[in-house]
């Protein structure tokens, strides 16, 4: 039950002003610049971004400064300016086929064609504080160079293809379901599963794909690639009459290789999980692929074991992080009503258990 | 010179760094606006196994503006972000290229453009190159 | 595109639309209120309040229907420049414009479902004359009864039955706009 009170203004005022205050910290110290939050935050940059699921540096940067790092605060403030936006238009599908790659790699295919290339990642480091960071001024040295072919990287899993080992996703030209537009609906489409796990919470997304992993609904997943690289965005232009690139995003991609022995329907091949996100977001990808892969088992004819990953709902449900936190918080909001007739509740259930147990001592 | 196609051009004065679209139009033709430079959303798809059906992926923002010039000539522009400045000066370039003023925007801004674009790319692909992965063989399974 | 559709919109969009949109939510919320609508010049023959909610309320996501002589090149291209809109037959139509003979059988039109019963279509209808005699209305937003001068009383009758299915009316004429929701009982006087 929800009741109208008065009263607070001054408070949440003065409240408003002292988190201003806190969010500056000591001004004795450089204020953060958002332009060096988007270079070097980049990978907290690309995570709102990702659940935000709005592709725009700056914003992202901007709401991590307001937000005090708080990142689901930061997707929340990305997700609100988003509704302010007008819509123009839906982009033609990105060909991730011509990403300009600054990482490839796969865990199956040792000599894939075009090679195995690192790029700029956290796997090879060992994980020791490095306090030069913490003095200032240090020039970077230059990264080294050596001559790249033109040709772009061609899918991994294009090689299994060849011998009919693994399963297929023919293109179709349907208008894939749009959930910030009309209510998700179970059962959903795996477009519409794509898009929620998209724009899913990366912590609770790397807890359901572990958790296939240890047993609850397993898969079997191997990387079969991940690449991080930019595509262009095309979008048909209706008074030109035909499409033009109007940008470039960052996406990470992530296709696994999961061994299946085949069922009623489907004969003993290689099937696939999906995962593409906005920016660098290697880790959230591979989840994504993961419980991608687990939430297909009724299309694969697999058995459901009661795994959380498998569950549709349980999955799509809770996935969304700003969702979760706004019901998670509202409770610390003021519920002085519904409290009070709970207490009442209790203070009535009390004094009839107390009756009734005086009038069994006698 | 290599002759651009206008989807072509446009791109390319889409991707281009806002700040360097600024330098090279210094001086801005005058137009009137069809549509003001306007800031929205446009839905990114991916396709489900990289080649099945779409699916909507994020949205990403971008400014949109059409310009007609003096003489009557129509320029569009939808540039990538928040840049009302980039998508006024996109859309004015795409007006100019169908002028007879072609050839000279074509040498003063779209040639400067695609080279530091072209280096741009090259510089980037050339430090992912570096870290390709050279495999050496140690030990086969064969006894010898 | 033809020459006239690059032109005619709003000058100043955010302002432009949301002034329109709180005269159109005027007239939807009080039926039978007789409100102006200004700010675009849509290519003949779309008057300009039709232009006006149009490019107000129009995006690439509500596809809009052209019935009758509003069905040309002129006016197609200048809806599509402007709003995004996809151009659509009758029966995926969330907008759908034209003379109330054109739009005929109305029973085309989406009423939207039990679960979701916004997912239904808006009528624009141009009119000859728009003035608050004829029909009685009366319902939600109306103190007492209101009138307006409507093409017809059966068909609003029947709409009104479906509730909370039905399609919303808006009627035009030159800069003047009223507004007719499913909610609205309406009367032969």
Known sequence: MYVAVKGGERAIDNAHAFLAEERRGDPAVAELGTDQIREQLRLAVNRVMAEGSLYDPDLAALAIKQARGDLIEAVFLIRAYRTTLPRFGAARPVATGTMACTRRISATFKDAPGGQILGPTFDYTHRLLDFKLAAEGGAVPDAPMQPAPSASLPHITTFLNRDGLIETAPPTDDTPPDLTREPMELPASRALRLQALSRGDEGFLLSLAYSTQRGYGRTHAFVGELRIGTVAVELDIPELGFAVEIGEVELTECETVNQFKGSKTEPPQFTRGYGLTFGQTERKAIAMSLVDRALRWQELGEDHTGAPAQDEEFVLMHADNVQATGFLEHIKLPHYVDFQSELELIRKLRAEVMAAQAEAAE | MTALSRPDWMGLLARAPADRLAQLLPDEPQARFLRPPEIGTVMVRGRIGATGGAFNLGEMTVTRCSVQLADGVVGHAHVQGRSRDHARRAALIDALMQTDRASDVHTRILAPLAAEEAARRATRAAKAAATKVEFFTLVRGEDT | ?189
């Open chain 3, 1 to 189: 595109m033809t020459p006239d559709a690059l032109t005619g919109g709003f000058p100043d969009a955010p302002r432009n639309a949301a002034r329109a949109f709180r005269a159109i939510l005027d007239a939807l919320s009080r039926p039978g209120e007789i409100v102006t609508l200004s700010g675009a010049t849509p290519p003949a023959p779309l008057s300009q309040a039709a232009g006006v909610l149009v490019l107000t309320l129009a995006d690439s996501t509500t596809p809009v229907h052209l019935a009758g002589a509003t069905d040309c090149p002129a006016l197609r291209d200048w809806i599509t420049f402007h709003t995004g809109a996809p151009l659509v037959g009758a029966a995926d139509a969330a907008f759908a414009i034209g003379r109330w003979d054109d739009l005929q059988p109305v029973s085309r039109f989406a009423v939207g479902t039990q679960d979701y019963p916004d997912r239904s279509a808006t009528l624009i209808v141009e009119m000859p004359g728009l003035a608050a005699s004829g029909s009685a209305l009366s319902g939600p937003g109306i103190a007492g009864t209101a009138l307006l001068s409507l093409p017809e009383t059966e068909a609003f009758l029947l709409n009104n039955s479906l509730f909370p299915l039905g399609y919303d009316c808006f009627f035009t004429q030159g800069d003047s706009l009223a507004g007719l929701p499913r909610s609205t009982q309406v009367r032969a006087v």
